[in-house]
């Protein structure tokens, strides 16, 4: 290593002076001389100085032991350092020893308190250091800082392809950071987030990025807090994605929105082979929306749905959809915690005839399907019915037994009466029935109380029916506002052809394609909404501009003309080096033509005329109107 070297690298001997100190944890062992004095002899080394006194010398200025392993194991693929406590000058070392280092591929750090102080150093090793290939940095509380410098370094770096980033303490805004990074990073193969804290913003930002990288084959979010509006935002860049074939969504709480968003991604997304969904919160409902894209997707191979709120209701949903769907490739499924009954093991026999690979891992069985309990018939209701088909009155079907009319006869004439009738009544229910209107055990039944039950019974019939109707209209509003959402993000997502893009996208930068960055789910659908109701086709001029439906993203640029015509002032025009392979994507035949619709000026021009025709229009009309009022006068 010659004494150049040292002004070439950013992070070199140059930089072990401890003059300046950045960080609480660096302490002075020597005075401004003595360092300076150091460092200035450990410039004149000789050329042939090794990767081993490199190290040395670089622990013993900043004051920390070397590791042995590291010593011993210079010159191999692969070290693994994790835990054992290294700490940010640990980090400081190791990352001066590694930067000419062309032998380590595979380096380990987890668990090592690096901060992101460490993090720093070692990123900034990496920014000339293209020999190590996979890095785990899990478990050493980087933190928003340390995101920031990991994303930085990946602009940088072409040579990492495995990164471990788990237990970091990531907030949910720090997700925008890896969003922005891996937009333009396509070598990263394999990418661990686990543990840590994103959310619905985080969910927005990750979506984005998997639908704007073309690289990412293995994706793991697992122990994460994706929900809602953070889960349906992520599964709209599910949809478009093209890369991914393993993804691990476990213990995230997807519950059975998020699983209606996944099933409306697995209708379109035909790359992904492996799905990890256990402990998600997913209900038989869920399961049931699951599978309804299931049934158009034919890639996934492997589902796990262990732990989460199934019976064997679901399992029979889930083994039924590869009976029923012959270009289905799954071969593995995953609930080893439910029970199942004799049913689902004689029809999983069945479907294993036709799909020899399959393979179904379940708890045992033992399971059952919980019926609801008949629900038993009021009787009054049952006479009351018989005498209504029958067209009878209460008078007409006693006056055998109640010549005098008084609605009161005796309890052993009354039953004797109900019994040799074709009333379907059982015994048990002619007691009841004879309990209700006997009230005082006083051996004389008053059926007068017949007379109400009709009036109840139609009361009690219509609050039922606008219960159920409630219930169904909840639900489906519901589920709407899931799929509106999901479709608007998957707008906001789209690379080429984003309906809604954010401020931060209008400036320019010569150095790459231009990225749209997502907008919150939380105005996603009111804008949508409020262009839409404001607009419509009879307003618009001569020139038939019409108005994008949600779900076209091939009509956006007209949306957002209306929507935000302010952000477009200084967008260039997108890159067309953008794969747009993803199914689900509409795209133009003509290129001259899409990139005239891409245009945001061309759409300026044409919607702001557009707006102010109809109130101009209206002026001369009533400017008619009341010049031939005058004439009628004069006449």
């Excluded at 002076?17 to 609480?24: A, C, G, R, V």
């Excluded at 930002?205 to 690289?215: E, K, P, S, V, Y």
């Excluded at 993804?247 to 995230?252: G, K, P, V």
């Excluded at 048990?428 to 209700?436: K, M």
Aim: charged share 25%.
């Amino acid at each position: 290593m010659k004494g150049d070297d040292f002004s070439v690298h950013s992070l070199s001997l140059d930089s072990l002076s401890l003059t300046e100190h950045e960080h609480p944890h660096e302490v002075v062992l020597e005075d401004e001389a003595d360092t300076e004095a150091r460092v200035s002899e450990l410039k004149h080394i000789r050329q042939d100085l090794s990767t081993e006194e490199l190290y040395l010398q670089a622990c013993k200025l900043v004051g920390v032991v070397p590791v042995r392993y590291f010593l011993r194991n210079l010159g191999c693929a692969t070290i693994n350092l994790n835990h054992h406590g290294l700490g940010p000058l640990g980090g400081k070392a190791l990352a001066i020893a590694l930067v000419t280092d062309m032998h380590t591929m595979t380096l380990e750090l987890a668990d090592n308190f690096l901060l992101a102080e460490g993090a720093r150093y070692l990123m900034e090793m990496l920014r000339a250091n293209f020999t190590v290939q996979n890095l785990d940095l899990s478990d050493n509380h980087l933190q928003s800082a340390g995101a920031e410098c990991v994303a930085k370094m990946l602009l940088e770096n072409i040579s990492i392809k495995s990164l471990k980033l788990a237990g970091n303490k990531f907030a949910e805004d720090d997700a925008k950071w890896f969003a922005d990074a891996f937009s333009s990073n396509y070598r990263v193969k394999e990418l661990d987030l686990s543990h840590n804290q994103f959310c619905g913003r985080g969910g927005e930002h990750l979506g984005q990025m998997i639908a704007n990288n073309d690289g990412i084959e293995v994706l793991d979010l697992s122990w994460n807090h994706l929900r809602m509006k953070g889960a349906v935002a992520f599964c709209a860049g599910l949809k478009v994605n093209t890369t991914l074939k393993h993804l691990d969504l476990s213990w995230n709480g997807f519950g059975n929105e998020g699983a209606l968003a996944l099933g409306e991604a697995l209708k379109f997304n035909n790359t992904l082979v492996h799905l990890d969904l256990n402990n998600n919160r997913i209900t038989d409902e869920g399961a049931s929306l699951l599978c309804k894209g299931l049934e158009a997707n034919d890639t996934l191979r492997v589902l796990q749905l262990a732990y989460n709120s199934l019976t064997v209701e679901g399992a029979l949903t889930l083994i039924n959809v590869v009976k029923n769907t012959p270009k289905t490739a799954i071969e593995e499924i995953n609930i080893c915690n439910v029970l199942v009954n004799e049913n689902f093991v004689q029809l999983l026999e069945l479907i294993c005839q036709e799909h020899p690979s399959l393979e179904v891992q379940y708890g045992g069985v033992g399971g059952f399907i919980a019926k609801k309990p008949r629900k038993r018939i009021d009787p009054m209701k049952v006479i009351q019915d018989y005498l209504d088909q029958r067209k009878l009155r209460l008078w007409d079907f006693f006056r055998n037994i109640d010549k005098d009319g008084t609605m009161h006869v005796p309890v052993v004439d009354f039953r004797k009466a109900v019994q040799q009738s074709s009333i379907p009544l059982e015994r048990f229910q002619i007691e009841e029935l004879i309990q209700r209107l006997d009230r005082d055990r006083t051996g004389i039944v008053d059926y007068r109380g017949l007379a109400d039950t009709r009036k109840q019974m139609m009361r009690d019939h219509r609050r039922q029916l606008r219960k159920v109707e409630s219930r169904q209209k909840k639900e489906k509003q519901k589920s709407d506002r899931i799929l509106k959402t999901f479709e608007s993000a998957v707008e906001a997502v789209t690379p080429r052809s984003s309906m809604i893009i954010s401020p931060g996208a209008a400036k320019e930068d010569s150095s790459g394609p231009q990225h749209f960055s997502a907008t919150p789910l939380s105005s996603w659908h009111h804008i949508i909404m409020s262009n839409s109701s404001r607009y419509s086709v009879n307003n618009m001029s001569s020139e038939h501009v019409h108005l994008p439906m949600i779900g076209n993203p091939s009509r956006s640029p007209d949306m957002r003309s209306y929507s935000q015509p302010n952000l477009f002032a200084s967008i260039p025009k997108p890159s067309t080096n953008k794969p747009t392979s993803a199914r689900g994507l509409h795209s133009t035949s003509n290129p001259s033509v899409a990139s005239s619709k891409l245009s945001p000026t061309a759409n300026l021009t044409r919607s702001r005329p557009a707006l102010n025709t109809e109130p101009t229009s209206k002026a001369k009309v009533k400017g008619k109107k009341k010049k031939t009022k005058k004439r009628k006068e004069k006449v």
